[in-house]
């Protein structure tokens, strides 16, 4: 039976549930959302109009149908267990690390459930519009709430893929992780070497933009292996040698990190078909032994 005019509910108010708490649905309505921390709910307040906001998880599933859970990972366990599910209800978490197993005091209780996790990043509170133009990984197995979600998915033109298992759901997070999170770490990690030319790191973040804007686009509009460039496309060893020797006189982690980000995407590099077997071998052993000595 398809869901029709449900009342959505959001718990665990935080950079992605106020981003939920705030977007526009097209069946439904928001009814309530919870926040722990008062100045949050002030906030709330001066955001939604003719919702409850309120300080506990179960006075929303109380007013809701769809309830939502976006606390953190290590959270959404321990919120779901402490509420008294009922049948009509249907209950979303929204990691993409974790599986319907943490949700199973609400399907025991006869409430549909359902993973949702938008494959987007949310810096800030007021985040509505990157809800849109992305993807949502949906764990789901049943076929009116994974309906639901789809069309929300449609009403903010995102795409949709299926993510079910645990190893389904750890490397798919893992993969997340390494394109952002950790992508914004390496980033700073690069700008930090620009020390020895004498720039700060945050004149470097700002000099480096162009390259890394670029870099996306031709990812994002040639695809892999065509995007990638530089000493390890060429097979450059001359190059290649003397950034294991600044990376090392800087920091050994920076070294250890650039020497196993570059080994581990060797094989993408090679796909452009620029290294004989000799050159591969060369900078294997390079970097391999380069590890070895940090």
Not at 2 to 9: D, N, R
Not at 235 to 240: A, H, K, P, R
Not at 281 to 286: A, Y
Request: charged share 15%; with cysteine.
């Amino acid at each position: 039976m398809a869901i029709l005019s449900p009342k959505i509910g959001i718990i665990g108010t935080g950079r992605v549930g106020s981003s939920f708490a705030t977007a526009t649905y097209p069946d439904g309505k928001i009814v309530a959302t919870s926040s722990r921390r008062p100045e949050h709910r002030t906030w709330l307040s001066s955001q939604l109009s003719n919702v409850a906001i309120v300080d506990q998880a179960t006075k929303v599933a109380e007013l809701a149908d769809i309830v939502f859970i976006t606390t953190s990972d290590a959270a959404i366990k321990p919120v779901c267990d402490s509420i008294s599910w009922q049948p009509h209800h249907n209950v979303i978490h929204c990691s993409g690390a974790l599986t319907l197993s943490v949700l199973e005091s609400a399907a025991n209780a006869g409430a549909s459930v359902a993973g949702f996790h938008p494959l987007q990043t949310f810096p800030g509170y007021t985040n509505p519009d990157r809800l849109s133009n992305i993807a949502y990984a949906i764990d789901c197995n049943d076929e009116a709430l994974t309906a639901w979600l789809q069309s929300f998915a449609d009403a903010h033109h995102s795409n949709t893929f299926t993510i079910q298992g645990e190893t389904a759901h750890a490397a798919y997070h893992a993969s997340a992780v390494l394109a952002c999170g950790l992508l914004a770490g390496l980033v700073g990690i690069s700008a930090e070497l620009w020390q020895h030319a004498d720039i700060d790191r945050d004149q470097a973040l700002k000099l480096l933009a162009p390259i890394l804007k670029s870099t996306i686009e031709a990812i994002a509009d040639d695809g892999l292996p065509d995007a990638i460039s530089g000493p390890y496309v060429r097979g450059d060893l001359e190059t290649i040698r003397k950034h294991l020797e600044i990376t090392s006189e800087v920091n050994p982690d920076t070294s250890r990190a650039y020497s196993a980000l570059a080994l581990a995407q060797l094989h993408i590099a090679n796909e452009k078909g620029n290294l004989d077997e000799v050159t591969l071998s060369t900078i294997k052993r390079l970097l391999s032994g380069h590890l070895e000595t940090l």
